[in-house]
């Protein structure tokens, strides 16, 4: 196996991580992750051996799917029409499963550009350069995302002062 190839595979769990983050769609999530994969070995050449290996593959990847929300008109078909995630299949049966399924439903919720910026800085751990060089944007644009991002995740998780009540069913 080639040097690329094993530099490419350390990167595949993560890069399944994002597309399935971003399509919440097993299938679509395999087609860009191998779409990915194609394009950067086709373009090898094309990237610079001192940017970052892992930032080029996600802007590979992130590029891929804006492409084909946009081809295949199902970006916004990523939600339902009236704002509410589905519930999950299979109830959780641990509080830190509970938690994780919360944090899930609420990043479904946050607007895509919004979650994009969040799950790349908070959950891959890139730099607000790297995110803003991964996404197209400028670097103000993604620390705005992702604040206003952070506050609605905040408020989707925290309890309701006046009601009482938390903002997401938590089953005890």
Request: aromatic content about 6%; proline content about 5%; charged content about 25%.
């Amino acid at each position: 196996m080639s040097d690329r190839n094993s530099l490419i595979e350390m990167e595949l769990p993560r890069l399944r991580r994002f597309a399935w983050a971003l399509t919440r769609d097993p299938d679509w999530a395999d087609d860009l992750v191998q779409d990915c994969i194609e394009r950067a070995l086709s373009r090898w050449s094309s990237w610079r051996g001192d940017g970052s290996l892992r930032a080029w593959l996600f802007a590979i990847l992130h590029n891929l799917f804006a492409n084909g929300a946009r081809r295949r008109g199902r970006f916004r078909a990523l939600f339902r029409s009236d704002g509410e995630v589905p519930e999950s299949s299979t109830p959780a049966t641990q509080q830190s499963s509970m938690g994780l399924r919360d944090l899930d439903l609420a990043l479904q919720q946050l607007p895509p550009e919004q979650r994009q910026v969040v799950l790349l800085v908070g959950v891959e751990g890139f730099s607000y350069a790297e995110v803003a060089t991964i996404i197209g944007s400028p670097i103000g644009t993604v620390m705005s995302r992702l604040s206003r991002g952070r506050e609605r995740l905040r408020g989707l998780l925290a309890t309701d002062e006046a009601g009482g009540g938390p903002v997401l069913r938590r089953i005890k």
